[in-house]
C-alpha cells in the first residue's frame, strides 16, 4: 500500500498492510530542533533544520528521514501572512500577530510568555481596541495548493496543519491565571475573547479550504483540555463554555473537506471523550499513555469504535531514559492494544524531546514496522 491508502484504511477502521507510522506530520508529532540535530548528527544527515513551529522549537523532518524509517504523512501547513512580520524588541522578547510577546530564557529550550495582551482585563473596549490578525492576508494560501499537490505526488496522507487553538490563543492573550479564574469568575469575558478569536480562525479557514480542502487527507486541530491527573476544569464547565465552540469548529472544517478530523489534547483526557466524539472528533492525538485513565487497552475497549488513537509510544519514561530495549517493548505493546481492527497510527506523545538518544528514535520506528504487520 502506498502512506496515503494505509492511513486511510487505519482512520477508516480497516486493518491495513501494517501500522501506518507518523513522524514529522504534524506540528506534534515531530521532534524538538536539539533532538533533531542530535539524531541527524547520530546518522550522518547534514541539512540544515527548519523550525515549524517558533514557540516550542519544532523542528520539520526531512523527506530524505521520513523515507528512510518508511513515514507515511507528509505535513502541510499555511503560510505566513505578507502583512506582519513578529517583532522583536528592545528586550529580546518578540511579538507574534497576535499581541502576545515571548520571551526564551538563556537556559530554556522554549519560549515562554512576558507580556498577555489582555492580561489587564478583558473588555468590549478592550477586544474592539486591540490589533487583530488579518485573517484573509494572501500570504496564508500563496502556493499552499501547489505544495499539496506535489506531496500528494509522493503517495502519503497530507496533514494540513490548522491547530486553531481558541481556548489555548485565549489563555495566551489573557495569561493563564487569569484565564482560569475567569472561567468562573468572569465567564462570559472568557466567552468573548474565545468567540473573537474563533471568528479569525473560521475566516482563515475558509480561505484555506477554498485552494486544498479536496487534496487533503487529515486536518490538525488543538487545544489542552487536561493536565496528568485530569481535566483542567470542570466538565460542567468544559461543556457549557468550550464545547458548542469546537461543534462549531469541527462543523464547519467538515463542510469544507472530506478529511479526518486529528484533535489533539495532552493529559488525562479520557473523561471527555464522549464529548469530543459528539464534537465530529475523528481522532484523537497524542494519547499521553502515562495521564491518569489513559490506558490503551481500555481505550481501544471503551472507545475503538469511534476514535482512531494517534501517537501512543511514551514520551515522559520510555523514550527518553529507557534503553532501545525497552522501546521496542513499549512500541509492542502499544501495536497489540490499539492496532487490531484499524484505528491506530504510531507516533510518539507529542515532539520527541532533547533528551531522547538517536538509538531510542530509531529503535521506535524500525520496531514499528517490525511489530506493525498485520
Avoid at 502506498?2 to 506540528?27: K, M, Q, Y
Wanted: proline fraction near 6%; hydrophobic fraction near 40%.
Amino acid at each position: 500500500m502506498t502512506g496515503r491508502e494505509r492511513v486511510l484504511r487505519a482512520v477508516n477502521h480497516v486493518e491495513p498492510d501494517r501500522v501506518p507510522i507518523d513522524f514529522g506530520g504534524s506540528f506534534v508529532t515531530s521532534i524538538h530542533q536539539f533532538g533533531y540535530e542530535n539524531l541527524k548528527r547520530y546518522l550522518g544527515f547534514t541539512a540544515p533544520t527548519t523550525i515549524i513551529r517558533n514557540r516550542a522549537l519544532v523542528a520539520q523532518v526531512d523527506t530524505a528521514i521520513m523515507d528512510r524509517f518508511h513515514v507515511d504523512t507528509r505535513l502541510a501547513r499555511p503560510r505566513n501572512p505578507d502583512g506582519w512580520q513578529n517583532c522583536v524588541l528592545e528586550d529580546g522578547s518578540q511579538e507574534d500577530e497576535w499581541g502576545v510577546r515571548w520571551y526564551r530564557p538563556p537556559e530554556a529550550d522554549a519560549y515562554y510568555i512576558k507580556e498577555a495582551p489582555f492580561a489587564a482585563g478583558i473588555t468590549d473596549a478592550a477586544i474592539a481596541g486591540h490589533r487583530w490578525p488579518e485573517p484573509h492576508d494572501p500570504g496564508r494560501v500563496r502556493g499552499l495548493a501547489e505544495e499539496i499537490a506535489g506531496l500528494r505526488e509522493s503517495g502519503k496522507a497530507v496533514i494540513l496543519n490548522l491547530a486553531y487553538e481558541f481556548v489555548t490563543q485565549s489563555r495566551f492573550m489573557r495569561g493563564f491565571e487569569n484565564w482560569m479564574m475567569d472561567l468562573v469568575l468572569n465567564p462570559g469575558s472568557v466567552a468573548g475573547l474565545m468567540d473573537r478569536i474563533l471568528e479569525i480562525y473560521l475566516a482563515m479557514a475558509a480561505d484555506v479550504l477554498a485552494v486544498c480542502g479536496d487534496q487533503i487527507d487529515v486536518i490538525y486541530i488543538a487545544d489542552d483540555l487536561a493536565m496528568q491527573t485530569g481535566p483542567l476544569f470542570s466538565p460542567e464547565i468544559y461543556r457549557r463554555l468550550i464545547k458548542p465552540r469546537q461543534q462549531r469548529l469541527v462543523r464547519f472544517l467538515k463542510e469544507r473537506s472530506t478529511a479526518k478530523i486529528l484533535y489533539h489534547s495532552c493529559g488525562a483526557v479520557q473523561q471527555l471523550l464522549p464529548d469530543l466524539i459528539e464534537v465530529g472528533i475523528d481522532i484523537l492525538n497524542p494519547v499521553q499513555v502515562s495521564a491518569a485513565g489513559m490506558d490503551t487497552a481500555e481505550l481501544k475497549k471503551r472507545f475503538g469504535r469511534d476514535l482512531t488513537f494517534w501517537g501512543g509510544i511514551d514520551t515522559q519514561r520510555v523514550l527518553p531514559f529507557g534503553t532501545p530495549q525497552e522501546v521496542r517493548e513499549e512500541v509492542k505493546r502499544r501495536i497489540d492494544d490499539l492496532a487490531p481492527g484499524g484505528g491506530f497510527v504510531l507516533a510518539a506523545v507529542h515532539n520527541i524531546r532533547p533528551e531522547v538518544p538517536p538509538e531510542n528514535i530509531i529503535a521506535m520506528l524500525e520496531a514499528a514496522l517490525e511489530y506493525g504487520a498485520y
